[in-house]
């Protein structure tokens, strides 16, 4: 029976649902259809208009759109997927196979004991010694068309020393040349000359040699002889050098107009070699150097080589026909550490010379000496990673300027 209306006595009409409960079976879902209420009132007749608009059940999509849609995104977030994993294997294959272009050097770090080398400062940066090797054949001795070893005793002196300091967080970078005449103690062969060092040990001498002067642990080595250099300068198109004034030709150096000169490599070649026509001899031509390695470095900047993964992985393949750097640096990190230069600029980058002490003559050979007190000093910012402060208070460095001879 139905319950009566307490005040009527009819029967109570039960309440019509104005939705979908979430909780409760919708209409026809228990498999019997509820119909209108019996509350004695005919349905209207046909052409009626019925008094109000029965409830509506919400729209909801249909199970075949859903599961269209469902499939639609599936494959959108698949294909998305392949894309990215796909072009990380690309970026990896390619990285891999220009860093694996570089030819490694075998034994280029000192077989002394830790005991007797630098202590490793953890957080201080990355630092480098770069090496040019006065060999002067036409068969190359460093890069993948190597056909000639990199040292044989004897065979070929290091001509340019160079080491360089990245900071921890790649914000910065220092440069400093030591001139090849440096009069330094060569482990188990007396006080020499610097360059000396790589004739008699190759690249584990001459390391373990600046790190027992700089008392700075040598991470990594990279070494290119004059063939490698010319190639290196024709394969990024030339740099532009300005010569500030006229400089006279002496003897076999060449005459330089004052000016602007776009070089390619047997001309950039000559620039860096020349020290006999300079007021500075060796010291002017390290600055010489620094230069061209300014004007090199602005020149792959400015072609944003270095913020472009494959433009960059063009450069190792590059640097890989010509360069070869220690069997430590692995092809990982060879591209971390190109990549990690990307935010470096110019203006972050300091060239200068070790302090200089003064000529001075061993025997009947002429040698530089170094400042001793302002070389220790700049030796310990650079092993503890605080070169920026370091050149806040000694403004007045043998710093690269803008007007090298």
Known sequence: MEPEDEQS??????PVPSGLSLFEPAAGASGAEE????????????GEPPDREPDREPDREPPARR????????????????????????????AEHYAS??????????????????KPVPGSGLNLLLVGLDARSDTPTTGSAAKAPAWQAGAARSDTMMLLH????????????????????IPGHGEAKLNAAYSWGGPALMTETVQ????????????????????????????????PRTIEGVGEARAWEAGTHHMDGATALLYVRERYGLPGGDLDRTKRQQN??????????????????SRLGGLLGTVGEVVSVDDRLSNTDLFQLAWGLRSLRADDVRFMNAPFGGFATRGDQSVVLLADRPAAQLWEAIRNDRTDQYFQEHKAGDTLGTDVD
Do not use: Y
């Open 212 to 243: 027992n002067l700089t008392g700075i642990r040598i991470d990594h080595l990279a070494v290119i002889d004059w063939n490698g250099f010319r190639a290196l300068t024709d394969a990024v198109g030339g740099v532009d050098i300005t010569v």
């Open 35 to 46: 119909g209108p209420a019996d509350s004695g009132e005919q349905p209207p007749s046909d």
């Open 9 to 14: 006595g009819e029967p109570a009409q039960r």
């Open 67 to 94: 599961r269209r849609t469902r499939r639609v995104l599936l494959w959108t977030l698949s294909a998305l997927l392949v894309l990215v994993v796909g072009g990380c294997g690309a970026l990896w294959w390619t």
């Open 101 to 118: 272009s570089v030819q490694r050097i075998p034994d280029a770090f000192p077989t002394a004991p830790e005991s007797a080398q630098p």
């Open 166 to 185: 990245l900071s921890d967080d790649r914000s910065s970078a220092t440069l400093v040349s030591l001139p090849r005449d440096t009069w330094v103690p």
């Open 292 to 309: 061209f390695l300014r004007a090199l470095m602005l020149k792959v900047m400015d072609s944003g080589t270095l913020t472009s993964p």
